[in-house]
């Protein structure tokens, strides 16, 4: 099943867009897929926040279940370089949640030092 998501519910802020499979009372061991995902402007990598229930990652961030767990995050930092984008990056003061673990991938198509009104 092919299944395109996209979306930002606010012009203007930090907010969440969600899609949901449900499994239909299938019993499952695995969450297998793929993540494209496009950079444009300014994009933080990490917000920080209070929960897994509010907006959390600039980014695509799989959960399951209710109340919900975390499976994956994709998140797109600022720049390749940025020490306050990818937690990752060389002497990054970002900090994962705890609820996020080691569970993601950060990247940055951005070469430069600041935002950058071109698609990566």
């Known amino acids: 099943v092919r299944v395109r998501a996209c979306g930002r519910n606010s012009s203007s802020g930090a907010g969440c867009v969600s899609v949901q499979f449900p499994s239909n009372g299938i ?7 793929r993540v494209t995902g496009y950079q444009y402007g300014s994009t933080d990598g ?8 509010t ?9 399951r279940g209710s109340p919900r767990q975390h499976v994956w995050t994709l998140m797109a930092g600022y720049n390749e370089l940025g020490s306050s984008s990818c937690p990752c990056n060389t002497g990054s003061s970002a900090s994962v949640q ?19 009104l071109i698609p990566y």
Request: a negative charge.
């Open 27 to 33: 019993s499952y061991s695995q969450i297998c897929g």
């Open 46 to 53: 990490l917000h920080s926040s209070s929960g897994i229930d």
């Open 55 to 63: 907006y959390y990652v600039d980014g695509v961030s799989i959960t």
């Open 98 to 116: 705890s609820f996020i673990g080691n569970n993601y991938f950060c990247e940055s198509g951005n070469p430069n030092t600041s935002p950058s």
